[in-house]
Nanobody
Framework: QVQLVESGGGLVQAGGSLRLSCAASGRTLSSYAMGWFCQAPGKERECVAAINWSGRSTYYEDSVKGRFTISRDNAKNTVYLQMNNLEPDDTAVYYC??????????????????WGQGTQVTVSS
């Protein structure tokens, strides 16, 4: 099992940046593909970015391409989501998740077995 704790959320103005971190404990992060999901009020949870175990394969949801970057440091057991040029529509709770299918940067939430508690990101206009 792995435990995940997100940090780095907050309130930012449109056009600003935030860097989310997801620290893992309990098992080495290199055993998992990792994903960042967001859930806005009244909407379903969706994947915004994912990365396979080595970092060589990534996935981005269309609306964040060119603005968000997912990365990982397996030595530090941490995954990051750099969010630039934030927009009010990015406002949501952001969750990191771990998938045992470590070779695939999957966007399907059903493939993820472990989830963090989430961190709130609020973008003001």
């Amino acid at each position: 099992q792995v435990q995940l704790v997100e940090s780095g959320g907050g309130l930012v103005q449109a056009g600003g940046s935030l860097r989310l971190s997801c620290a893992a404990s309990g098992r080495t992060l290199s055993s998992y593909a990792m994903g960042w999901f967001c859930q806005a009020p009244g909407k379903e949870r969706e994947c915004v970015a994912a990365i396979n175990w080595s970092g060589r394969s990534t996935y981005y949801e269309d609306s964040v391409k060119g603005r968000f970057t997912i990365s990982r440091d397996n030595a530090k057991n941490t995954v990051y989501l750099q969010m630039n040029n934030l927009e009010p529509d990015d406002t949501a709770v952001y969750y990191c998740a771990a998938s045992p299918g470590r070779y695939s940067a999957t966007s399907y939430s059903s493939q993820y077995a472990y989830w963090g508690q989430g961190t709130q990101v609020t973008v003001s206009s």
